[in-house]
């Protein structure tokens, strides 16, 4: 059986887009679950609009979303002289011709076939033409000579039997008159040459697959089957765009979602497997076909987006998590050996209140606040001139804790608060104040053990001098 091979093939135009992601994720997927290589190039022939920056962005994206691809990256503006020769080859078989149309010549026909209501925009003039009638000094483009009856018919793994009749379709231009290769031939000898089984790509690309199937068939070559996969809309069910969310896979990273939560949101938009939801790498690859992606288009729905990421912090190891976190941390770059302790100690409490590592970080941050805190309007209130006095007489029951861990200090602040015959929250509410610079915290024992004896005291102290 032929080892299945599939590709990621993005231009580098600008970031890795959230709908390529997906795309990207169901290659990897696919080759995975049959123990295949995910290849990737960079269709890099638009040398205006490609960019370096734009190539390290879409390696970044890849790496980060954890989709690792086998053998080196193809580049495929590196490989134009064998682009070139095959074009070369067809018209020496007689599959190909030169064409010396001249751009109005071009030009009159297509209006011509728009008024008349055709698709097939060019008539074909040099196809069956003398070259000796070639005017003098035109370099030709170099077109191939497509079936004129009949139909090309892709059996497509996602979209069924879709057809076209041979007669709607171009001979299309394989090299253009300064020699330079089409993007339509460098994908197919790109394919053919990386022996590709498998195209999995958007559903725009379908007008695409019938043109390159008639190469493919010109050259003899063996066919990749074709899976086009409906796009992504927006929540509106509109095209998507960037007010829908339609950013680059760096802007999620930097909004706070794991890698593992994005391929499991991207894993779910088009492909099912029963009612499941929450779906482990080990059981995506296990899983994943292409008989269960959708012929509709998904919708983005950042709610579910959230809440699956919000399972996915609250299963991450405590270590790992704050590794995560760092960056969503403000002037914190930098952690010391006692911050990085006192943030994983603190992840167990506070992992199950956030959706996003930002909003995760967001409540992490008074933990490593620098002394003195500052202080909330609402903290503010909260630490009068009484209730400083409330903690200055608390301050000798913590110094005495025999150990520094929940129960003891709950039971201490109680103790204190029933000898001073007021409520608890008369004693918690400006503790909190104190040790967090907010009125809202985890729970304030909680708090005040992750803090550490040392600096739960000395936050305690710097409120009540």
């Not at 997906?22 to 990737?40: D, E, I, P, V």
Request: net charge negative; proline share 5%; glycine share 6%.
């Amino acid at each position: 059986m032929t080892k299945v091979v599939t590709r990621f093939a993005p231009s580098p135009t600008g970031y890795l887009h959230i709908g390529s992601a997906r795309t990207a994720l169901f290659n990897w997927l696919f080759a995975r679950h049959h123990g295949g290589q995910f290849r990737l190039r960079i269709e890099d022939t638009d040398r205006k609009r490609s960019t370096p920056e734009a190539i390290a962005t879409i390696l970044d994206g890849l790496t980060w979303l954890g989709l690792t691809w086998d053998d080196e990256v193809v580049y495929q503006f590196e490989r134009r002289q064998r682009h070139a020769e095959v074009a070369q080859q067809l018209l020496a078989a007689g599959k190909a011709y030169p064409c010396y149309c001249s751009p109005e010549e071009l030009d009159e026909m297509r209006q011509k076939a728009r008024a008349e209501g055709r698709a097939k925009l060019y008539d074909g003039r040099w196809r069956d033409r003398d070259p000796a009638e070639a005017p003098s000094g035109v370099a030709p483009v170099i077109r191939l000579k497509a079936p004129q009856d009949g139909e090309t018919v892709i059996e497509d793994l996602v979209q069924g039997r879709v057809e076209v009749a041979n007669q709607q379709l171009d001979d299309m231009v394989l090299l253009r008159a300064d020699g330079t290769p089409t993007y339509m031939l460098s994908v197919v000898v790109d394919d053919n040459d990386m022996g590709v089984t498998h195209v999995i790509r958007g559903d725009d690309h379908l007008t695409n697959a019938f043109r390159q199937t008639q190469l493919f068939l010109a050259m003899d070559w063996s066919l990749p089957k074709f899976a086009h996969i409906p796009l992504i809309h927006g929540p509106d069910g509109a095209k998507l765009s960037k007010r829908h969310g339609a950013l680059g896979i760096e802007a999620y990273r930097d909004m706070g979602y794991l890698p593992e939560a994005l391929r499991n949101y991207l894993l779910r938009l088009g492909w099912s497997h029963g009612d499941e939801e929450i779906i482990s790498d080990a059981q995506a690859v296990d899983w994943f076909d292409l008989d269960a992606v959708g012929r509709s288009p998904a919708r983005l729905d950042f709610a579910r987006m959230e809440n699956l990421n919000g399972h996915y912090i609250r299963e991450c190891e405590e270590s790992r998590l704050v590794d995560l976190m760092q960056p969503h941390l403000e002037d914190a770059q930098d952690l010391t050996a006692d911050q990085r302790e006192r943030l994983t100690r603190a992840m167990a409490g506070l992992r199950s209140r956030a959706k996003t590592l930002k909003e995760l970080a967001q409540q992490a941050s008074f933990y490593i606040a620098s002394r003195p805190l500052a202080l909330t309007p609402k903290a503010q209130a909260l630490l009068s001139g009484e209730a400083c006095a409330r903690l200055a007489r608390l301050l000798p029951s913590l110094q005495n804790v025999p150990v520094w861990d929940e129960p003891n200090l709950e039971d201490a602040v109680r103790n204190f608060a029933e000898a001073e015959g007021v409520k608890l929250g008369l004693v918690a509410q400006p503790l909190r104040a104190a040790l967090t610079g907010s009125h809202t915290s985890p729970g304030i024992f909680e708090v005040m053990l992750v803090l550490g004896q040392q600096e739960a005291l000395a936050r305690i102290a710097d409120r009540i001098q």
